[in-house]
């Protein structure tokens, strides 16, 4: 089992920025990739993001978050990261990380755990 944990939400102006965190505990050895999804009141839970646990240039965006959103991860400190800049109202959502054991492309990948998520509010 793996165990994650979201931090860094909060209330943010439009063009503003966030750092959501993601810290994973238990039988992390295994975990092949990290990703980040978000929903929004009345819609599905989208995915976001994900990073490769093996090879950090190995990740991938949804269109709407090129270019504003980064995600990263610190494997010493279990951690995955996701950078938020220009932020706009749209981009609120409770924001999910999420990991797998799984092998595949990131943007198909099953994911397996799952945090609690974290609260994400930008106001225009």
């Known amino acids: 089992q793996v165990q994650l944990v979201e931090s860094g939400g909060g209330l943010v102006q439009a063009g503003g920025s966030l750092r959501l965190s993601c810290a994973a505990s238990?039988?992390?050895?295994?975990?092949?990739?990290m990703g980040w999804f978000r929903q929004a009141p009345g819609k599905e839970r989208e995915f976001v993001a994900a990073?490769?646990?093996?090879?950090?240039?190995?990740?991938y965006y949804i269109d709407s978050v090129k270019g504003r959103f980064t995600i990263s991860r610190d494997n010493a400190k279990n951690t995955a990261y996701l950078q938020m800049n220009s932020l706009k109202p749209e981009d609120t959502a409770v924001y999910y990380c999420a990991a797998t054991n799984n092998l595949g492309r990131l943007w198909r990948l099953t994911w397996d755990y799952w945090g609690q998520g974290t609260q994400v509010t930008v106001s225009s």
């Open positions: 238990g039988r992390t050895f295994s975990t092949s990739a």
């Open positions: 990073i490769s646990w093996s090879d950090s240039n190995s990740y």
